[in-house]
DNA sequence: ACGTGCTCTGCAAAGGATTGCAGAGTTTCA
DNA sequence: TGAAACTCTGCAATCCTTTGCAGAGCACGT
């Protein structure tokens, strides 16, 4: 039923192989002959089965995916920018969602490994140690995750915490709170790390958590924030940081009135929140083009002149309406 | 470098056909070889190449998902339904965003037909017409969307509006708007259809819109339903009704003691709204599930005998603060 | 007229797995 | 003991493409 080379070789009145070189090797066939075999195969609906291609050639056209939660809304748009750069460069994307499980996600690589040219792991919850360990499996492009020399594309995140600390600094707040989320987690340590780097004058910042990096961590960590007197927080990501507004709300205290609000990501939901979230944008649709971009020129390069294995991303802060001055302490 | 199966043979000292029968016809082959042979492949890490059985099988033990906008917050559960029974039914899942866009959706088929068992189409865009024209391409599922008798797997979207009417009626409302999406949308025709039926006694329904099913659809409504006297308002989604909310928010009006809102999807944003949003819930992921499973018992049907090719899913109201009882009319 | 050098096309092998068919070996029963 | 009936394993063809090698055809220079 469905069309092979061999029947638009047929039709066409020459060898298959004629019929494959007017595809893959056009320079090599007349003009003429070219044209004739694209046009009966065009007429015929021919496309070439990739499997059988990639039987010989050894490549698949196909490139994996790996999140560890759809349902977390700072992976969607990686995934869409994965998908459509994947597309413009002819390549197929497999999806796995190995549900925040590290022994899943090693499973999940290994079954691609044979389907694919190479794998896309989007904050990998694997340890340093596993991650070395399946190197070699396949081509491994990783996102917000740093570890050896791995191919990986970064986003600065530690300069968006520099961002959300001097914009706080400048509307004149003295303490802050920065809520954290999970230990393990590359970008959080990232953050940290912004945070001691950038917090030195006249800024007192108190660490706080870990919390669970959801709405109900955010709350949960709300009350502790109240707690230590600042005038505003910085949460880990915005789901925590909506879950902060919420219980802040709950309990009567003004946001930004009483209390300023950052969050990290610039989820969807961050602006349409009441008041809208200030956070930092993290270009999640370009971190995934440029990955694929990553995997690709890994796996047309030959020797070991692979170039620049590293993408750095900026981050850039969103300021919207729940950041303000802090209220007068003489309560003017 | 891979481990193939000529491998195997070799080391266990019996021929290809045996591994391979090892594998996928164990009863066919002597306990005490298979065994040895299935040792051996373990220890060699031999994993059979999905592409060269694909060849030969006419499967390919893949499947195709398309959604017209990943970040479209209702989807990625969809999605992880589909992953997590694809999984478990041992397919793998290429998945692809057609950017809404009807073109595209064609093209994505039939770019995947050759690597794929089947596709599911989720929220398809494309027109009645065009989607006859792809059939016969690959299998296919649609999930929520109802043309002829296609595979499909529908939510009772009629059904929770009928829930959502029957609880403003039983608050006391009377009067109550709904805020209409996209009109070529199938759940969107579902739900007026809902509507239409299930609000004769002693409740009006005015209709407006159509509006884009987002949040600055909602903004954009509030006002055009405040104008109509309404108390109550239901949303063709939940972006919609955050949108609503927040501009109500703006207006000064009240949720729910002046006027109660309803949303449809369950979004995960819903519950954290201020006030928490009344919605109907929708099973995405649940849906995933069974339209994988109903591609899967599609596929392996040999005759006409397909069964029941279509599935229901029940929709439920999930109640929150956003509804209220009415204000009193009087005033007192 | 003939050798030389091109350009273009075809033959056939290869890639990894499945499967119909036949052969080898074992058991059963007369 | 020998034929029949099984059970298990191996051979070889097949799926669809790509590609190294060789051959066909042609133009050109001598």
Redo the contacts between chains.
């Keep these: 039923m469905?069309v092979t080379i061999q029947d638009v070789a047929r039709e066409a009145g020459v060898s298959v192989s004629t019929v494959s070189r007017a595809f893959t090797v056009p320079e090599m066939v007349r003009d003429e002959t070219r044209h004739h075999v694209l046009a009966t195969a065009e007429r015929l609906g021919y496309?070439p089965?990739?499997?059988?291609r990639?039987?010989i050639t050894g490549k698949?056209g196909?490139l994996g995916v790996i999140v560890p939660d759809?349902?977390n809304?700072f992976?969607?748009?990686v995934?869409?920018g994965v998908?459509?750069r994947a597309?413009e460069a002819d390549y197929?994307?497999?999806?796995?969602?190995c549900?925040e499980n590290a022994t899943e996600e090693i499973a999940l690589v290994?079954?691609?490994?044979?389907?694919v040219d190479g794998v896309i792991l989007c904050s990998s919850r694997m340890s340093e140690a596993q991650l070395e360990r399946i190197v070699g499996t396949t081509s491994l492009v990783l996102i917000n995750r740093q570890v050896r020399n791995l191919p990986a594309v970064l986003m600065d995140t530690a300069g968006g915490m520099r961002q959300a600390i001097e914009h706080l600094a400048a509307l004149g707040h003295r303490k802050v709170a920065y809520l954290s989320g999970p230990r393990v987690s590359w970008s959080n340590r990232e953050r940290r790390r912004g945070l001691r780097r950038f917090a030195r004058q006249g800024i007192e910042v108190v660490e706080l958590g870990p919390f669970a990096p959801r709405?109900e961590g955010g709350s949960h960590a709300a009350d502790l924030a109240l707690a230590e007197g600042v005038t505003a927080i910085i949460a880990y990501n915005d789901l925590m940081a909506?879950?902060v507004m919420?219980r802040l709300?709950d309990r009567g205290v003004s946001v930004p009135a009483e209390m300023s609000v950052v969050g990290f990501d610039d989820i969807?939901?961050a602006?349409?929140a009441?008041p809208p979230l200030t956070t930092v944008s993290m270009q999640n649709e370009r971190a995934g083009r440029a990955a694929v971009d990553l995997l690709v020129s890994l796996l047309n390069v030959t020797g070991a002149d692979a170039g620049d294995l590293r993408r750095g991303l900026e981050c850039q802060l969103i300021v919207r309406a729940s950041t303000a001055v802090p209220p007068d302490p003489t309560g003017r």
């Design positions: 469905p496309r089965n990739r499997a059988a990639g039987l698949t196909n759809l349902s809304p992976f969607p748009n995934l869409k998908q459509a597309r197929a994307v497999f999806l796995a969602d549900d290994q079954a691609m490994a044979k389907q709405f909506l879950g919420s709300a969807p939901m602006g349409m009441t």
